[in-house]
């Protein structure tokens, strides 16, 4: 019993209490006291003194006493039995609820003691011998007055081994535990007796969760004993009469708990839980099923004495109880996971803070909400006062049972969380009392009842040694290894906070020095030797010393050995530093695709000028503005763009009507005046602001990314390279600068989906493109039969799409790449494996390239954890050309080398216990909807594992009326069969809804010919055609079947409303859980079908269950027989 249930526990005996000078003063009428309490008393003054100075607590007693009530109406149940009642109906199959518990009895059992003891207690308490019927779509409670409960027994004596039997007995337990019972018909208390020998024997004890909670199993334990002790020497039983039972309870809470009582509990939980999001996002191994399995698996670790007592000293200084610093602990822990500042956790508190409910077996236990704000990033002990105060108002608000606020509240209907809290967390003051059989020695069995109705429980509990604790996890959504290291980081940041209080909750260490070590250094271990001296142009000239009379470029019918193609470049070059090229001085380049490009490109960097790619196609305006921010000195073009360029005072050389001149001069190699630390390029990419941003990068890091290159690829994988990308965009320097580096053929192309019409295509060895285009060529069947590699870069694709590139016969490997333009092109990479079976990562970081995935603070996030990508090392960025203010926005001093910057991406990504990289979307793509914090790439990925989704992209959208919803446009494969738009929309959001959980299933769908692209061949969502539609909400449709008017009139009876529209949603006109069980229950008997009750949170308009009603019916006219073979549930109690 908590602090605060134990003073109200007192109060509410008529206890008085009061600080005197310090001290706890109390009085009590006569016989009140008794000697066990007045030991509790004294055990708790310390606990009870802290308590009360810091919760000047002035509570009232609850009520006058509760009386009995008669037994000849219906009884009805509490509002926690209602809600169990209603998840029962929800999920039948669901044992989750089952409370069992085994124990081991060795010695002489007298079984008719222990039979007779049981029949005591099932005929002492009414609760064992109560069902749970539906009446009208109303549960109630049916109470039997005599109820024989037979003790089963099953005799396991065999010649097996010890082992054997014991396993046997372990599967057979973990077997009667999980049989679901019928609430309808009872009875929803069973047990079994194990025979394994003369001498030893197993007692299974098994309760529904809507007749139990923890605190009946310790009155089942001590009534047990009282009476097996009394039978077995022939007594009777000695235990007093109950002065009410459960029902009595159930009346009177539901009488009390109205008027003002109820409006000032609501109020307080109302604020104080305005405006909270309806999940805790954190991070997952596997997405969230539709419907929960509720498996579960579960994780023990311990604190150890010296930490515990650290954690009650502090506890003690800050004038809080252990529960609330290990809460104020497990928040952090929490936020730091889920990246959430503002979170609520459920906490289970016993409610038996009356005298009469103390001694009865029941569904006593209520959950409360507790909400944490770190948005502030508080120290330790700021929070841990905030924790504290929001434990205290909740314990002086406890008495609004959890369903009824979940009521009150309207929160949002889905099957696949739990509504308001998915994570609970519990400090138990002890253990469960000793079983104490006279003549057995008795011991708790443990067996595998791996159930759990949240996606995380942690319980801890004080023992002599420190305190245990273990987390009971959905297997649904976790691995073990996540959870094991979960609580390791819990543990990590208790010992951080006994350590230091007063540091700022999300700048306190969650990892051990060890798995820093491996995350910062050895997963960055990259760092090798490549020519830091050289110059990207000069890689060029040595390849053409060793081959040149090799074909170096091809683009239609022409081509350039690597001797011509240097010879060409220097004559530009020495032309170019006769008009003032030199070191850091930028020359534009624009000019159509062809052998002129790669001359030019090469002729600037010769002269030791840095080049800047404008594509011809650019708009006017495009073009001038970046013309006029690098301040280009001279302008690299062709005779027939001249006339296109915009206004501009830059010196302009046409490479063909100036080539005479050019070609003049000599077409030896350069002394080269540029070092590996000046300018080699400035890319222009898309800026925030409308405006393209400049990237300038140095020689150093291409020549880096040449040099990984080469040892990643063989001489015969780049001996012919596909040079697809515009140079305006990095892939082109991977393609043009590391084939012409190691002796290939770089094989110029106007894109990629051209490659039918090159007439080299049959030399190309490497396509190095986004995977919107290779899925094209495969459609196409237009993929060379050469090609041994394909590096897909710059955008998310699925591994249906690897393997469709593996079965190309040619295919050795398939690689992603990732890099922003800021790191050269590349920065991680990974070879993917033919025949796997799981999404793609983008692995591990090139060589002389590190990683770090950080949160908000610029703290390493543990694996698993979702962060911002940070890039550092050999291929980053100078900065922004002339934007030093975004420059320092992006570009950040290394946390772990003040020597180094890092980039910001702004990309959210987690590290896989393996070290692989895990991309999971652009910042930028998290949306919100209704509360709800999504990653519109999950449900992407969702859509093209559709077979007949080609491409897909999910945006959220406001319609007229300001509703946020989420909009999916579909590119469909070419083969797709011909049927409507319609019918093909409705197949792929029936998959959709079998895949994801409701809140992220998009409310609209777009059929497109094909996605809008950005010059780079990435989607372009600003150019997305916005859907033709207002909110549905706000548009009346009147019924129109027959099946509709039936129902909408249903709807209207159960709601009490005048009128419901074919689109209107059930919830959002006041439903609830208990009026969905009445609409079921007409339903089955207007239509008679049997209508499971899930369907209203999965179809909850009128429209969508309506066609749902249609479908069974003409199911049923249509095959008959099926009825034949069908057990109906509403009468397999009866059967």
């Not at 704000?373 to 909740?394: G, H, I, M, W, Y």
């Not at 012409?740 to 295509?761: F, M, R, T």
């Not at 969508?1104 to 027989?1121: E, F, L, M, V």
């Amino acid at each position: 019993m908590k602090t605060f249930e134990f003073v109200s526990y007192l109060q509410n005996l008529g206890v008085k209490l009061w600080i005197d000078k310090g001290q706890l003063g109390c009085q009590a009428p006569k016989g009140v006291i008794t000697p066990d309490l007045r030991q509790d008393m004294v055990e708790r003054k310390t606990e009870i003194l802290e308590f009360m100075r810091k919760a000047h607590t002035t509570q009232e007693p609850l009520a006058t006493t509760i009386k009995q009530i008669p037994r000849d109406g219906k009884l009805l149940l509490s509002f926690a039995q209602e809600r169990l009642w209603f998840v029962n109906q929800l999920f039948p199959d669901n044992s989750s609820y089952n409370q069992p518990i085994a124990l081991n009895l060795k010695g002489p059992l007298n079984v008719v003691a222990l039979e007779q003891s049981l029949k005591e207690i099932i005929q002492r308490h009414e609760t064992l011998r109560t069902s749970f019927p539906e009446i009208n779509g109303q549960p109630v409670q049916i109470v039997a007055p005599v109820m024989e409960l037979p003790l089963t027994v099953v005799d396991l004596q065999s010649g097996d081994s010890t082992y054997q039997q014991s396993e046997k007995v372990k599967e057979l337990v973990r077997q009667e535990a999980m049989a679901t019972f019928d609430l309808a018909n009872g009875p929803v208390v069973q047990v079994t007796l194990l025979q394994l020998e003369s001498e030893h024997h197993v007692l299974l004890i098994k309760m529904h969760h809507i007749i139990s909670d923890g605190w009946s199993l310790g009155i089942l334990v001590r009534e047990l004993s009282t009476l097996y002790e009394a039978f077995a020497q022939g007594k009777s039983s000695v235990l007093p009469e109950l002065p009410i039972q459960y029902a009595d309870f159930a009346s009177w809470q539901r009488e009390w708990l109205t008027g003002e009582v109820l409006e000032k509990q609501l109020n307080y939980w109302k604020k104080q839980l305005s405006g909270i999001s309806p999940i805790l996002d954190i991070p997952t191994n596997y997405p969230r099923p539709t419907e929960p399995t509720f498996k579960g698996g579960m994780e023990y670790f311990k604190l150890d004495s010296y930490l515990t007592q650290k954690l009650k000293q502090l506890s003690q200084e800050s004038g809080s109880t252990l529960f609330m610093t290990l809460l104020a602990a497990f928040f952090v822990l929490l936020s730091r996971y889920s990246g959430q500042s503002d979170l609520v956790v459920g906490s289970p508190i016993a409610n038996r803070n009356r005298r009469e409910i103390e001694p009865l077996i029941g569904m006593f236990v209520n959950t409360l909400v507790l909400r944490a704000d770190l948005s502030d990033n508080p120290t330790f002990r700021k929070l841990l006062e905030r924790v504290q105060k929001t434990t205290l108002d909740a314990y002086t608000h406890q008495d609004l049972p959890f369903e009824k606020l979940l009521g009150e509240l309207q929160t949002e209907r889905n099957l696949s969380h739990n509504a308001l809290v998915q994570v609970m967390f519990a400090l138990q003051n002890n253990k469960m009392e000793a079983w104490n059989l006279p003549g057995l020695r008795v011991s708790e069995m443990e067996f595998d009842f791996d159930f759990t109705r949240f996606d995380l429980e942690v319980h801890c509990w004080e023992v002599s040694s420190g305190i245990e604790a273990y987390c009971v996890y959905s297997t649904d959504i976790f691995e073990p290894d996540t959870i094991a290291r979960m609580m390791g980081h819990f543990q990590t940041l208790l010992e951080a906070v006994v350590a230091n209080p007063e540091q700022k909750v999300l700048q306190l260490p969650l990892m051990k020095s060890s798995e820093l070590h491996q995350i910062l250094v050895e997963w960055n271990n990259t760092k090798t030797d490549y020519p830091k001296d050289k110059c990207i142009h000069q890689l060029f000239e040595e390849q053409v010393e060793k081959t040149p009379d090799a074909v170096a470029v091809v683009f239609e019918d022409k081509q350039l050995t690597y001797s011509e193609l240097n010879s060409r470049a220097n004559q530009l070059a020495h032309y170019l530093q006769t008009l003032g090229v030199k070191p850091e001085v930028l020359v534009g380049i624009c000019v159509e695709r062809s052998l002129e490009m790669i001359v030019g490109l090469l002729g600037i960097l010769k002269a030791g000028g840095a080049y800047v790619p404008l594509d011809p196609n650019y708009p006017s305006e495009r073009l001038a503005y970046m013309l006029f921010d690098a301040g280009v000195l001279v302008l690299l073009t062709q005779q027939s763009l001249v006339v296109s360029l915009p206004e501009h005072q830059t010196q302009v050389v046409c490479l063909d009507r100036d080539w005479d001149a050019i070609a003049s001069l000599s077409n030896q190699n350069l002394l080269n005046e540029a070092n590996p630390e000046n300018l080699a390029y400035v890319i222009y990419t898309s800026g925030s602001t409308g405006k393209p941003k400049g990237v300038a990068i140095e020689h150093h890091s291409p020549v880096a990314l040449c040099n990984w290159a080469k040892k990643i690829f063989t001489i015969e994988q780049l001996a012919g390279v596909l040079a697809s990308t515009s140079i305006c965009f990095d892939l082109s320097i991977f393609e043009i600068f590391v084939t012409l580096s190691c002796g290939g053929q770089v094989i110029l192309a106007n894109n990629a989906l051209d490659l039918p019409n090159v007439k080299q295509a049959d030399e190309v060895t490497l396509i190095n493109t986004v995977p919107s285009a290779v899925t094209e060529l495969l459609i196409i069947k237009a993929i060379p039969s050469n090609v041994k590699i394909i590096n897909l870069a710059g955008e998310v694709f699925t591994n249906q799409l690897v393997q469709k590139l593996y079965q190309q016969e040619s295919v050795q490997g398939v690689y992603n790449l990732y890099g922003p333009s800021e790191d050269t092109t590349y920065s991680t990479y990974t070879l993917l494996e033919k025949g796997a079976k799981t999404e793609p990562t983008i692995g591990r970081p090139i060589t002389n390239t590190e990683i770090y995935i950080l949160d908000k603070n610029t703290q390493p996030v543990p694996i698993g954890v979702a962060g911002e990508l940070h890039i550092g090392g050999a291929g980053l960025a100078r900065g922004y050309l002339n934007n030093s203010e975004l420059t320092v926005e992006k570009f950040i001093p290394n946390p772990f080398d003040n020597n180094c910057k890092l980039y910001k991406t702004g990309d959210l990504v987690r590290y896989l216990p393996n070290g692989d990289i895990k991309f999971i979307s652009r910042i930028d793509h998290q949306v919100k909807v209704r509360g709800y914090r999504i990653e519109t790439g999950e449900i992407e990925a969702v859509l093209n594992s559709y077979p007949q989704v080609q491409e897909t992209v999910v945006v959220a959208r406001e319609d007229n009326f300001g509703n946020k919803g989420l909009v999916a446009y579909l590119v469909l494969e070419s083969e797709t069969p011909e049927v409507s738009d319609t019918e093909q929309i409705e197949k792929v959001k029936q998959y959709v809804k079998e895949q994801l959980p409701k809140y992220m299933i998009p409310s609209r769908f777009l059929l497109l010919p094909e996605l809008p692209l950005t010059p780079n061949g990435k989607v372009d969502r600003k150019a997305l055609p916005v859907p033709d539609v207002v909110s549905s909400m706000s548009i009346y449709v009147a019924p129109e079947t027959e099946t509709q008017k039936v129902l909408a009139g249903i709807w209207a009876e159960v709601l009490g409303i005048e009128k419901v529209g074919i689109h209107d949603n059930f919830f959002d006109l006041g439903g609830h859980s208990l009026l969905a069980t009445q609409v079921v229950s007409r339903i089955g008997q207007a239509f008679d079908i049997e209508f499971p009750l899930r369907k209203i949170f999965e179809s909850s308009t009128v429209e969508s269950i309506s066609k749902y009603i249609d479908a069974c019916i003409w199911a049923a006219k249509t095959h008959p027989i099926v009825q034949d073979n069908t057990v109906n549930k509403r009468n397999q109690g009866v059967l």
